[in-house]
C-alpha cells in the first residue's frame, strides 16, 4: 500500500512568490494533517480536514496560506506571498477514522521550502 | 513553558548500551502519548505509543507518569541503526486528533 506522498520534494522561491504544496494522504484515510517545522524549532500543526471540511484550523499562522481539499482525496497548500519566515518543512499526514480514539498518523516525507 | 519539552541531546552512546530519554509536558488534559522516530532529512515514524500501565515493544520500553505528566522511552542494547532522533507527541484530544511534538531528543550510537 502507497504511504503519504508530497510534491515537490523540495522548493525555492523568491519572497513575494507563490508556492502551492500537494499531499496525497493514504487512500481511505478520511483524516488528513498539515504540520510544519521551521529550523531550530519542533514540528508545528497547520491544520486538519476530515474529509474535505477543515475541522481545526488554528495553528495556521496567518492569511498567507490557504489549504483546500477538494473532493476529499488530495490536498494542496498555498502560500501567497511567500515570506522569508515561512521557509521550513511541511509535513502532511493522514489517519484513518477512528470512534473516540486518536488513530496512528501516518507522515509524508515532506515538502522543504526555502524563501530567498 | 513549552507544551512538550525534551532534553536536545545528543546522547552518545556505544552499541550495547542501555538509554533513557525523558519528556514532559504541560497539558494536563493530554489523553494520548506517543514516540516518534525521525531520521536525519526523513519523515517522523511512529515507534510506539505510550500507555500508562508502560508498555514494552522489544528493546523499547515507554512508561507514561500523569500526576508528574512526565514520558520516558527507554532502549535497551542500543544498535547503530537506532540512530535517530527520537520525538515525544502528546494528542489533547479536545475533539481533535492534533498531535503536539517536542523538539526531540538526539541518540548517536557508535560502534
Known amino acids: 500500500e502507497a504511504g503519504v506522498t508530497q510534491f515537490p520534494s523540495h522548493s525555492v522561491i523568491e519572497k513575494g512568490q507563490t508556492v502551492t504544496l500537494r499531499c496525497d494522504p493514504i487512500s481511505g484515510h478520511d483524516n488528513l494533517y498539515w504540520y510544519r517545522r521551521v529550523m531550530g524549532k519542533e514540528i508545528k500543526f497547520l491544520l486538519h480536514?476530515?474529509?474535505?471540511?477543515?475541522?481545526?484550523e488554528s495553528g495556521m499562522p496567518n492569511n498567507r496560506f490557504l489549504a483546500e481539499r477538494t473532493g476529499g482525496t488530495y490536498s494542496t497548500l498555498k502560500v501567497q506571498p511567500a515570506e522569508l519566515e515561512d521557509s521550513g518543512v511541511y509535513f502532511c499526514?493522514?489517519?484513518?477514522?477512528?470512534?473516540?480514539?486518536?488513530?496512528?498518523?501516518?507522515f509524508g516525507p515532506g515538502t522543504r521550502l526555502t524563501v530567498l | 513553558r513549552k507544551e512538550v519539552e525534551q532534553d536536545p541531546g545528543p546522547f552518545n552512546v556505544p552499541e550495547g548500551a542501555t538509554v533513557a530519554f525523558n519528556c514532559t509536558y504541560s497539558n494536563s488534559a493530554s489523553q494520548s502519548f506517543f514516540w516518534y522516530r525521525q531520521d536525519c532529512r526523513k519523515e517522523p515514524k511512529l515507534l510506539m505509543s505510550v500507555y500508562s500501565s508502560g508498555n514494552e515493544d522489544g528493546r523499547f520500553t515507554a512508561q507514561l507518569n500523569r500526576a508528574s505528566q512526565y514520558i520516558s522511552l527507554l532502549i535497551r542494547d542500543s544498535k547503530l541503526s537506532d540512530s535517530a532522533t527520537y520525538l515525544c507527541v502528546v494528542n489533547t484530544n479536545s475533539g481533535y486528533s492534533t498531535l503536539t511534538f517536542g523538539k526531540g531528543t538526539m541518540l548517536l550510537v557508535s560502534p
Open positions: 480536514f476530515v474529509k474535505e471540511s477543515k475541522q481545526d
Open positions: 499526514a493522514s489517519s484513518q477514522e477512528m470512534q473516540g480514539r486518536t488513530d496512528t498518523q501516518y
